[in-house]
């Protein structure tokens, strides 16, 4: 199918969607235009898969961290940024 096919067919679609799918269907086209236009975020979408296995460290560290969360000794975002003088 050709280029002014499918913009065809896209137009068409559009005007044949019920009013309150309109801002679903643009905040998806907005996604898809951004995704080509923007090189950081295509660079994302489209690097390798990090397959690379967890250290025995790692492991620990994210235990230790989902153990954190259960006893509650998380710290608010805001206290995190305040500690290296940035603001979020």
Known sequence: ????????DLHRLVEALPAH?????QRFLAY?????????LRALMEAPVD????T???QAAVQE???QLVRSETIPDAD??????HEP
């Open 65 to 67: 961290a989902r153990e």
């Open 80 to 85: 995190f940024w305040k500690r290296f003088e």
């Open 1 to 8: 199918m050709s280029t002014e096919h499918i913009k065809a």
């Open 21 to 25: 799918e309109l801002q679903a269907a």
């Open 51 to 54: 397959d690379e296995p967890e």
């Open 56 to 58: 025995l460290e790692e």
């Open 32 to 40: 898809l235009y951004e995704r080509g236009s923007d090189p950081v």
